[in-house]
């Protein structure tokens, strides 16, 4: 690719927010000979609260040439196995579940996992919890860095926590030193042609910046797509009722343990994530403000923090969730929150703004920007961010808590897609939900394995009064003692942070 000339020589990236520089350095580092440059305002400032990744960000900072220690201790980063869910379920047995990042050993021990969940799932007792089959998991319960030695045969997958200032500062320090200008500086105007497209954008004192592909990183705001081009947003209030969080960082005291794992814990209208970094713990309460106020909001959170009396203060956020209906319109290119939002209970914006301005990048060298081009790749995206709307919405839709209006209202929804009804209806008739996930072509946003972990977690099986006894004893003896000895590989994650 280094050996093209610039597809798009000129790109401009308003706003220096993650999504921003993240789209800088990926624009940089395919096009070396294009121009890039990021404009951001200082005083608008950055939304910095995304703190939890997938393993994609892993294949960033490789692509990047960004090794781990030279931007994890910077960003006060910490290691992530997955994704613990607390209190989501209230059936016996199944309060909690863990949700890995899959590992190439799971190849050794998800068959076993799918078959007792089969078995379970058509009235067999056999175990069935996910928690005991998937290494990540036993890493998140040992507080165990999940990095291998380089003996260990198996590749491990996992993501980060980091603070979202410091990660930020690591991409514009990288993008600064790879050609990439940076003007601060607040645009005021969006200057649109006769056919459309943008022209330049207009900065406060007048300069007009123009360039062949403008990206739009401007956050919620969405200053151009939204704002300038008038593309339609397309919310998902009807599927997720969360619209407002509160977030409320505590300091970590030294010396103390550091989990290798989010933590998301269901309250009563929404749920609370705690992300573990080097300095501190992020929390935040993702909430619905149709059922709960904010101060309610700020008070319940303090409380599941044993905070009620603590001198810290919090800060409210109102969330726009949905997408736009095109992410590339005309000669611009929406990502981050000024694309689109979905809760980040799975921790996906990131990853998703990644795979866009990736995709971006190889469908334009292949078409240089014609319609059908685009239309191909807003059809990927817009079905990208659905398919994982999709298993966000499956958390609440299983819940079986039924404690508040917001829990009951969400356990009875019926705005689900055609893809979420196919998945959940071969789930609960005993049919191959991996059938399904392929026939529907689902596997890119979530694997059949994260759907019947999900399902299974929730413990959506028959009543243990109607389970019949299985006909052979099953070997999960032998799983623990495959996982318990992989496990003597991996030291204690706050000592490997400490090393890193
Ligand atoms: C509560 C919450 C929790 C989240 N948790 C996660 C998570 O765990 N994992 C994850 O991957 N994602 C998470 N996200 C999403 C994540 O925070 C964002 O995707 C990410 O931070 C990227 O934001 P951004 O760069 O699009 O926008 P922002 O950070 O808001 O940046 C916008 C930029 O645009 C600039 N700007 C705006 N208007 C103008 C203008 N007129 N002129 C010049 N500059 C302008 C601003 O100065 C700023 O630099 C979370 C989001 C929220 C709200």
Redesign the pocket.
């Given at each position: 690719m280094s050996n093209m000339p610039p597809l798009s020589p000129r790109v401009v990236v308003?706003?220096?927010?993650?999504?921003?520089w993240m789209a800088a350095c990926l624009f940089a580092s395919a096009w070396p000979q294009a121009r890039v440059t990021v404009?951001?305002?200082?005083e608008?400032?950055?939304?910095?609260?995304?703190?939890?990744?997938t393993p994609q960000l892993r294949a960033l900072f490789a692509r990047l040439g960004i090794a781990e220690a030279d931007w994890m201790p910077a960003a006060d980063a910490t290691y992530k196995t997955g994704i613990r869910f607390d209190g989501w379920s209230t059936r016996a047995g199944y309060t909690s579940y863990f949700h890995p990042f899959a590992s190439a050993i799971d190849l050794h021990t998800a068959g076993a996992f799918h078959a007792h969940a089969l078995a379970r799932r058509t009235g067999l007792d056999v175990a069935a919890r996910p928690d005991r089959f998937f290494l990540n998991t036993r890493l998140a319960e040992a507080q165990r860095a999940p990095v291998a030695p380089d003996n260990f045969p198996f590749e491990v997958g996992y993501g980060y926590h980091f603070d979202?200032h410091k990660v930020g500062a690591v991409l514009r320090n990288h993008a600064l030193a790879h050609g990439v200008a940076h003007v601060a500086?607040?645009?005021?105007m969006v200057d649109v042609n006769s056919s459309g497209e943008v022209a330049a954008l207009v900065l406060g004192d007048g300069a007009r910046v123009t360039a062949d592909t403008f990206v739009d990183?401007?956050?919620?705001?969405s200053?151009i797509a939204q704002g300038a081009l008038g593309v339609r947003f397309v919310p998902f209030a009807s599927n997720l009722f969360c619209d407002r969080?509160v977030?409320l960082p505590t300091p970590r005291e030294a010396g103390a343990p550091i989990n290798a794992h989010t933590t998301a814990t269901a309250l009563s209208s929404g749920w609370a994530?705690a992300?573990p970094l080097t300095s501190r713990t992020g929390n935040?309460y993702?909430y619905a403000s149709d059922y709960l106020s904010a101060d309610a909001a700020e008070t319940e959170l303090r409380r599941h923090l044993r905070l009620l009396d603590a001198d810290v203060s919090a800060r409210h956020?109102a969330?726009k969730v949905g997408r736009v209906e095109h992410a590339w319109h005309a000669n611009c290119l929406a990502?981050?929150?000024?694309q689109g939002?979905i809760e980040?209970l799975e921790?996906?914006?990131?990853?998703l703004?990644q795979t866009m301005v990736e995709r971006f990048i190889d469908a334009y060298e292949k078409g240089q920007g014609t319609p059908a081009r685009r239309d191909a790749f807003n059809a990927e995206i817009a079905r990208r961010f659905e398919g994982v709307r999709d298993y966000i919405v499956a958390h609440y839709r299983l819940n079986s808590r039924g404690d508040t209006d917001f829990w009951r209202c969400n356990a009875a929804n019926d705005h689900l897609s055609d893809d979420l009804k196919a998945i959940m209806t071969a789930w609960f008739t005993g049919r191959d939900v991996a059938a399904e996930v392929t026939r529907r072509d689902l596997a890119g946003f979530y694997s059949a394995l994260s759907w019947e972990v999900l399902f299974a977690g929730y413990g959506t099986f028959p009543d243990d009064a109607r389970l019949r006894p299985a006909p052979a004893p099953t070997n999960t003896a032998a799983i623990d003692r495959l996982l318990d000895g992989c496990l003597l590989n991996f030291g204690d994650h706050a000592a490997a942070l400490a090393r890193t």
């Open positions: 308003l706003g220096g927010g993650t999504a921003g404009i951001e305002a200082p608008i400032g950055i939304v910095g609260v995304g703190e939890g990744s979202a500086a607040r645009v005021d990183a401007s956050g919620f705001r200053v969080a977030t994530w992300i935040g993702v956020l969330l990502i981050g929150l000024a939002f980040p921790a996906t914006a990131l990853h703004t």
